[in-house]
């Protein structure tokens, strides 16, 4: 691929993961099977599976002055991903999210944004500054709106395509949502969005993106296993699931889908050729264990094409 660059403006995590044999409840204390740590973030994730496509990818972000920090800026330069842009702040850690998960499969989770809410409009603008041509900015909803939004107008001022996607799904400005091209968000996302119940089809699924389409230039929904549906100003198109013989492991798939279909945007596909190639990556993460750790699967499908 060519190097037109992408820039991800989002969230780094460290994922503290404690495995147990059940929940504790109110005011209980447990003991944990082990406990491992793993970088994460949302904005970490598709950073990471952008840079695994071979695409020239930037991170702008913030972690602490730490270990957890100096890991995942390490996690992200091996997927190729320059991360310059991102400080090591001396006056607040990295931010983390504690995650309890039960034999069951159940989890309870605690997410400390901690540096992630110090991702600021200053950095944004030094950042465009800096870079002479990025092509497509991705966003997520795990830092401070303001700064998103700052980002997304300085993008729009250049022509660029901004990717939004909405999660976890909360309030947001509608400046924001109009600048969205497209808004990427999962079922369960548009449903709060609209307030409406989440879509149990593809069919479904396709009326709820005509409805969000009101607020955004255009709109991809995805539906896990179902697949996902497109909708632009040329209509609506259901987009068919990948098949693969063995899902190990579904954490971080649909980021791994917002940072391929970032990936292919930058490179000049369509949205729908986009999402299509997106939707392949995703489903071959699913194959490996992990968010991150799985986007391997990313970089054999893109040395294989």
């Given amino acids: 691929m060519n190097q037109q660059e992408v820039l991800v403006v989002g969230s780094a995590n460290q994922d503290i993961v404690v495995r147990v044999d059940r929940l504790p409840k109110l005011g209980e204390t447990i003991l944990g099977e082990d406990v491992v740590y793993l970088p994460g973030g949302k904005g970490l ?16 972000g913030a972690v602490g002055a730490d270990g957890s920090g100096t890991q995942l800026l390490a996690a992200m330069r091996e997927r190729g991903v ?13 931010g983390t999210a504690h995650i309890l998960v039960s034999a069951n499969g159940g989890n309870q989770i605690v997410v400390v944004p901690a540096a992630n809410s110090q991702v600021s409009e200053v950095q944004v603008q030094q950042a465009f500054a800096a870079l002479p041509d990025p092509r497509v900015l991705v966003l997520q909803g795990e830092i401070p709106f303001a700064t998103s939004l700052a980002a997304a107008e300085l993008m729009g001022a250049r022509g660029g ?4 996607n909405l999660a976890p799904a909360a309030e947001v400005p509608e400046r924001l949502l109009a600048l969205a091209d497209p808004l990427v968000v999962n079922e369960f996302e548009a449903g709060l969005i609209l307030g409406v119940t989440p879509p149990s089809s593809r069919a479904e699924a396709a009326e709820r993106a005509r409805e969000l389409l009101a607020r955004s230039r255009s709109v ?8 996902s549906v497109v909708a632009d100003q040329e209509g609506t198109e259901e987009i068919a699931p990948t098949e693969v013989a063995e899902v190990v492991d579904t954490t971080g798939a649909g980021d791994a889908f917002v940072g391929v279909l970032a990936a292919e945007l930058c490179h000049g596909q369509d949205l729908r050729e986009a999402a299509r190639r997106a939707s392949l990556a995703a489903a071959q993460s699913v194959t490996r264990p992990g968010a991150s750790q799985s986007y391997g699967a990313i970089e054999a499908l893109y040395r294989e094409a």
């Fill in 45 to 60: 994730n598709q950073a990471c599976a952008c840079g695994a496509t071979g695409t020239r990818t930037h991170f702008l």
């Fill in 82 to 94: 320059d991360v310059d842009l991102t400080p090591s702040l001396d006056e607040v850690a990295t």
């Fill in 161 to 164: 395509r901004t990717v939004f």
């Fill in 220 to 227: 991809i929904i995805t539906l896990g296993a179902q697949g």
